[in-house]
């Protein structure tokens, strides 16, 4: 069975950082897409970050566009996404996100099967 879990979450102030990681286990994972998604209070579930497995190519959001970046670690069956200044408007539930290939359109949540339950992420003024 395929799973994914979450684990990197907590509280930080406005500018500082955070590295949120996600296990898989149950498939080999190396040639999956990898995403992170993020879900705030009041409001809809929203792209944030993916990673192809096949190639050396990334996708950001442009409201994370040059503060976050996404890696994996094939070794490990881990990815993870690497948070630098961070605001208050990232506050949101954080979900990891995977998918067999072909994946098309790595932005929209409805191209990913499997789906971790999600790490809280508080950034304070």
């Known amino acids: 069975q395929v799973q994914l879990v979450e684990s990197g979450g907590g509280l930080v102030q406005a500018g500082n950082s955070l590295r949120l990681s996600c296990a898989a286990s149950?498939?080999?994972?190396?040639?999956?897409?990898m995403a992170w998604f993020r879900q705030a209070p009041g409001k809809d579930r929203e792209f944030v970050a993916a990673?192809?497995?096949?190639?050396?190519?990334?996708y950001y959001s442009d409201s994370v566009k040059g503060r976050f970046s996404i890696s994996r670690d094939n070794t490990k069956n881990t990815f993870d996404l690497q948070m630098n200044s961070l605001k208050p408007e990232d506050t949101a539930i954080y979900y990891c996100?995977?998918?067999?290939?072909?994946?098309?359109?790595?932005?929209?949540?409805?191209?990913?099967?499997?789906w971790g339950q999600g790490t809280q992420v508080t950034v304070s003024s």
């Open positions: 149950g498939r080999t994972f190396s040639t999956y897409a």
């Open positions: 996100a995977a998918n067999e290939p072909p994946t098309l359109g790595y932005g929209r949540s409805g191209a990913y099967k499997y």
């Open positions: 990673i192809r497995g096949n190639v050396d190519r990334t």
